[in-house]
């Protein structure tokens, strides 16, 4: 069974980093696209980063300069650097994964982690 497990997060001060992980546990994975999204209060999901399997990341436009994504394809591993942090940057952040299963490349998700950046 495929699982993503996000670790970090929590009330950051303005200005602050914190850095996100996730990892995907599963029996011979085969990973595409690795990302984070988020979601605030009242506000539909949006993509943060997201990153190929050969290491070409895109961002948002709101979080480029000081988010830094990356994964270790070794160990099913995707980390967000998030630097310089804004109370706009306050949401429930998620892992996602695109894996194959023998119909094609599925969607997983982590759990959610909420950064807090208080104002």
């Known amino acids: 069974q495929v699982q993503l497990v996000e670790s970090g997060g929590g009330l950051v001060q303005a200005g602050g980093s914190v850095r996100l992980s996730c990892a995907a546990s599963?029996?011979?994975?085969?990973?595409?696209?690795m990302g984070w999204y988020r979601q605030a209060p009242g506000k539909q999901r949006e993509l943060v980063a997201s990153?190929?399997?050969?290491?070409?990341?895109n961002y948002v436009d709101s979080v480029k300069g000081r988010f830094t994504i990356s994964r270790d394809n070794t160990k099913n591993t995707v980390d967000l650097q998030m630097n310089n942090l804004r109370p706009e940057d306050t949401a429930v952040y998620y892992c996602?994964?695109?894996?194959?299963?023998?119909?094609?490349?599925?969607?997983?998700w982590g759990q959610g982690t909420q950064v807090t950046v208080p104002s």
């Open positions: 990153i190929t399997r050969g290491a070409v990341a």
């Open positions: 599963g029996r011979e994975l085969i990973i595409n696209k």
């Open positions: 996602n994964a695109e894996i194959y299963e023998s119909r094609g490349f599925r969607a997983y």
